[in-house]
């Protein structure tokens, strides 16, 4: 049986042979692009380049719209096309879109990668292209033999019609492209799929083994300089006023100009701008900022935490848990984040008055290239923005505030040569667009027989979205629903739950960052949940499966992880097991955690993680993300902080802000559900939160200590 | 002036000798396999081979490299070890984001021409230095044990 997608209504097809003399195809949906409207995309018709391109030789290249940075859509994506096309895996190739109104997400009308959405956004488009292209090679082929299309079938890059006829898809490709494209087209059945859902090789290994990758910090350009900025030592401040006598006669150093945001120092290569930034004299205005600490931040937040506030749930009945047997009050601390992407944010602009070229790794092209053509007095359709593949992100690169791109615009406007702007580790680690701070207040009440009979939450924390083009969107009557993902919409069958928010402002710029709200969210609830439990005298697994009784989604993830941990069974003297499963991006993922102390270091040896994440594409893919988020989370539950003291950040770079190294890794099992689900949810996020509340709670099963703040390497556990 | 190789190339280096050897590759030899990601000797993002041992490029001022012998991720020759290393990374899907990619290999390959069958303790000492925030760990681990059986004919 095939399901059928219509997409005539609102899809506008268009084939060409512009492209390399093969079959191109464009598909656009129009009418959902507000976003890109608001903010100045052009309403150009729809230019010449497209989704698939079958080159005369038969390679097949897909264009992939969102930003590579490790989650592998450069894999996934192609995948989708091929497995409709019906082309030989072996000759597809993936090439990242620039910034184009056709390449935007289908429902949310700008071109972005977030929010775990990538595959999920692209799989009805993609596959129906992959579908088109083969209706219309089949076509080419059937006029060509003079037989009927329904004779003829496609297979492994080839039209194979009666008779024995054969011919390439690279031979059609001309001749197809010049017919009209299906409207409509049958799509397969889950039931059908070769391709989709099999283990699959990345397409890029070799070429990211052999370096033969351009990652954005690598672009060369003639005559390209090299830009350093000197940004804000305290948060929030601006140059007063600059002294360059000391750069100009240092070697290589061509210009210093200033930028909203600090100063510039230009030169011929990175070393010579370096020491040109290390010789600038800067006086800085200080701002409000100058007296900011996390220490103040936290005494702010904690006694926000008791104030009545906006409120994201209220409760059925406020005073029930009132006539609590018992009360559990706990609050939470977790801080500041930085993304930390290997790769140092960069950007290279070309300015040529009338018209620019941006080269970066953005998350966020249509919002980029809107800021970028705005910083340089141009319009969007003038700035030319080519997606680079980039060295990790995990939120960094898509700010609504384009901050490194408008910063590297500005100097390429005022000094006129071609220039890279390369940020040091330091200044990504000082760099502000911070996962913010948060505090959780929780006041939990049982009953007599340890069922929750109320539930109140506070949470205190800086909005990303508040101020931004989002904030339309995200933030509904005072309520950023980023701040509170994870905890009003819990699946946990809670009764009087009621969830306070208060978005106090500072100086501090935050962004997401993988995950985004539940980040936080999940820590709190799970080791929320992990100590009623202790308070009810009941198993965890237990005690959750109870309260999760609505949603065998989530119990059958929670009831995997467990099985395949041998939960319940023994360990050996000194270890510990923890387990916590957090709802996030239309995807479930439980996890158990065996912990043990290592001379008071708390050391995870063994993730059990169970993922459901619907119609599962690329199983190879989806293992990965889920330990690379494990690694991800566990860098951030262990050692990662960034802490404000006068003003300044007092990290700076991987010595002082800690990631997770290789000899730190746990084992990592990573158990797909299979759920039969008939399309893809998100992969890479959801295995991020559930953690640090997993080795918080095995923490607790080890020490009988809770964890109630993060990293868990500050508590002292011995 | 330094005089160095760099891929068996000799290179007459004239800019500022306090250049780190990052940068003279990037910038001044057009080498961008070596990644910039600390700048501090914390991440191994840059790690090539001076003389044969694992050295960190972005620490390395080009004045203390006179007659050394560098081996860039462009240099590497394709010995049983290197296509060992190359062919287990792609054979188990290591790569993510892959930035910090070239700095994993070129230490993969210094610690299995050195040691054929690192055991696993080993293999953790050996790549502990090269972060990865993708988490490719589990399966770096994998992958030098891969070619280490790859390399002592078990395959």
Not at chain 1, 138 to 150: G, L, Y
Not at chain 1, 424 to 441: A, F, I, K
Not at chain 1, 478 to 506: C, F, M, Q, R, W
Not at chain 2, 79 to 108: E, F, I, L
Request: contains cysteine; glycine residues 8%; positive net charge.
């Amino acid at each position: 049986m095939k399901t059928t997608a219509n997409p005539s209504r609102r899809t506008f097809l268009k084939a060409t042979a512009a492209l390399s003399g093969g079959l191109v195809i464009a598909f656009w949906l129009p009418g959902r692009r507000g976003l890109a409207r608001a903010q100045g995309a052009p309403k150009a018709p729809i230019p010449p380049n497209a989704f698939l391109r079958i080159a005369k030789d038969g390679t097949v290249t897909v264009m992939v719209k969102n930003l590579e940075f490790g989650q592998g859509v450069t894999t996934a994506l192609p995948m989708l096309v091929a497995e409709e096309l019906e082309c030989d895996w072996s000759r597809v190739r993936a090439e990242l879109a620039p910034a184009a109104p056709e390449y935007a997400h289908t429902a949310f009308g700008m071109q972005m990668t977030g929010g775990s959405m990538s595959v999920g956004d692209s799989w009805t488009q993609l596959r129906t292209v992959g579908a088109q292209a083969r209706t219309m090679l089949v076509a080419a082929a059937a006029a060509q033999w003079k037989v009927k299309p329904e004779a003829c079938r496609a297979e492994k890059g080839f039209v194979i019609g009666p008779g024995g006829k054969k011919a390439s898809f690279g031979s059609l490709a001309e001749a197809a492209a010049k017919l009209p494209a299906p409207e409509k087209v049958a799509l397969k059945d889950p039931k059908q799929f070769k391709l989709i859902g099999k283990p699959t090789r990345r397409l890029d290994s070799v070429e990211r083994i052999e370096a033969k990758t351009v990652f954005g910090l690598d672009v060369k350009r003639p005559g390209l300089h090299t830009a350093l900025v000197a940004h804000p030592p305290v948060v929030g401040a601006r140059v007063a006023k600059f002294d360059a006598q000391k750069v100009r006669g240092i070697a290589g150093v061509t210009h210093v100009v200033q930028t909203s945001l600090g100063v510039a120092v230009v030169a011929k290569n990175f070393w010579a701008a370096k020491k040109g930034r290390d010789a600038l004299e800067i006086e800085w205005e200080a701002g409000p900022g100058a007296t900011l600490s996390s220490e103040g931040l936290r005494a702010e937040y904690a006694a926000l935490a008791r104030q009545p506030g906006p409120m994201a749930k209220k409760a059925a009945d406020p005073n029930a848990i009132k006539a609590a047997a018992k009360t559990v009050v706990a609050e939470y601390e977790v801080p500041f984040l930085a993304h930390a992407p290997m790769e140092p944010l960069n950007c290279t602009v070309e300015y040529r008055g009338d018209s620019a070229e941006v080269w970066c790794g953005s998350q966020f092209q249509t919002v980029d290239q809107a800021a970028a053509a705005k910083a340089m007095g141009l319009t969007p359709d003038k700035v030319t923005l080519h997606t680079m593949p980039a060295g990790g992100g995990f939120g960094r690169r898509a700010n609504p505030a384009s901050d490194y791109v408008v910063e590297a615009c500005e100097i390429a406007k005022s000094v006129k040569v071609p220039v890279k702007t390369v940020w040091t580790r330091e200044d990504d680690v000082r760099g502000g667009y911070y996962r913010p701070m948060y505090v959780h207040r929780v006041e939990a009440g049982l009953d007599a027989k340890g069922a929750i009979v109320g539930w109140n939450h506070a949470i205190v924390g800086q909005s990303i979205i508040a101020g931004t083009a989002f904030e339309p969107f995200l933030v509904k009557e005072g309520i950023d629903h980023t701040s509170v993902e994870g905890v009003s919409d819990t699946p946990y069958d809670i009764p009087n739950l009621a969830v306070t928010l208060h978005s106090p402002k500072s100086p501090v710029t935050t962004l997401w960052w993988r995950s985004v709200g539940h980040s936080h969210t999940a820590f709190v609830m799970e080791t929320m949940i992990d100590e009623l439990a202790a308070a009810a005298g009941e198993d965890p697994l237990a005690f959750r499966r109870k309260l999760l009784a609505k949603h065998p989604r989530v119990v059958a993830t929670l009831d995997l992880a467990a099985r395949k941990a041998g939960w319940g069974t023994a360990l050996p003297q000194g270890r510990a097991r923890g387990i916590a499963v957090h709802e996030s991006f239309g995807s479930v993922c439980a996890q158990v955690a065996e912990v043990s102390l290592e001379k008071g270091e708390v050391k995870v040896h063994r993730v059990v993680a169970a993922f459901d994440c619907g119609l599962v594409v690329n199983p190879m893919t989806v293992e990965a993300q889920v330990q690379g988020a494990i690694a991800f989370g566990l860098s951030a539950a262990l050692h990662s902080a960034i802490t404000i003291k006068d003003g300044k950040v007092q990290q700076s770079n991987f010595h002082d802000y800690r990631v997770l190294r290789l000899s730190e890794m746990p084992k990592v099992e990573v158990h797909i559900v299979s759920s039969g689900a008939d399309k893809p949810t998100g992969v890479g996020e959801p295995a991020t939160p559930p953690i640090a509340p997993a080795v918080a709670n095995a923490l607790f099963a080890l020490t009988g200590k809770r964890a109630r703040s993060l990293p868990l390497g500050k508590t002292s556990w011995a | 002036m330094t005089k160095f190789y760099v891929n068996g190339e000799p290179v007459e280096f004239r800019a500022a000798p306090d250049t780190p050897l990052l940068w003279a590759l990037r910038d001044h030899l057009g080498l961008t396999g070596t990644k910039f990601g600390c700048g501090l000797s914390q991440c191994g993002a840059c790690t090539v081979h001076v003389n044969g041992e694992p050295a960190l490029a972005c620490s390395i001022p080009v004045s203390d490299l006179q007659g050394k012998r560098v081996t860039t991720i462009e240099g590497l020759p394709a010995n049983a070890v290197v296509k060992a290393v190359k062919g287990a990374w792609v054979d188990k899907d290591v790569v993510q984001c892959g930035y910090c990619q070239p700095g994993q290999v070129m230490a993969a390959v210094a610690l299995l021409t050195k040691n054929k069958s690192p055991s696993d303790a080993e293999i953790d000492a050996a790549m502990d230095g090269n972060l990865c925030r993708c988490g490719t760990y589990p399966r770096i681990r994998e992958a030098v044990k891969t070619a280490a059986a790859k390399l002592a004919g078990k395959r």
